[in-house]
């Protein structure tokens, strides 16, 4: 994929999606099919994983490359929009409350890489659509399709 002709959103999307994309194909290596929704003891890399966790992990991966591919305000928005899931997912993580992902503990690997994942994202969408608004106002050419 050539991303020479990218946005500053579309590459950051292309990237952080190939990192979760990988991320859920690599974990089903350890975790298997099985106990799908189940807390586990499955870990990749010190996160906390179960299948469940490895598919929400692959589809994000995958929706942000395919989204990519559509221009740079629906990227800008899908980073948004997904950074902004992200920090709910920190919240809920830290109360508990994300057992289905078999994240069974207030301090995991996996609230650290959701706040940095989810602020990575909102900024990466933030910051674009803040350099494309800087550079409408001025009458420069935009530096994304």
Request: hydrophobic share 50%.
């Amino acid at each position: 994929m050539d991303l020479s002709n990218k946005g500053f959103a579309q590459a950051g999307a292309v990237a952080v999606g190939a990192g979760y994309a990988l991320g859920g194909v690599v974990g089903f290596f350890v975790t298997g099919f099985g106990d799908f929704v189940q807390n586990t003891n499955y870990e990749l890399l010190t996160l906390e994983i179960n299948p469940f966790h490895n598919v929400f992990h692959l589809f994000v991966g995958v929706y942000l490359i395919i989204i990519a591919q559509f221009g740079r305000p629906a990227t800008e928005g899908a980073l948004i929009g997904g950074g902004a899931v992200y920090l709910v997912a920190v919240f809920l993580g830290l109360t508990e409350n994300l057992d289905i992902l078999s994240m069974q503990n207030v301090v995991t690997s996996d609230n650290i890489l959701h706040i940095f994942s989810g602020s990575a994202a909102l900024g990466i969408g933030l910051l674009s659509v803040s350099r494309n608004k800087r550079s409408e106002r001025l009458g420069e050419p935009l530096q994304q399709r």
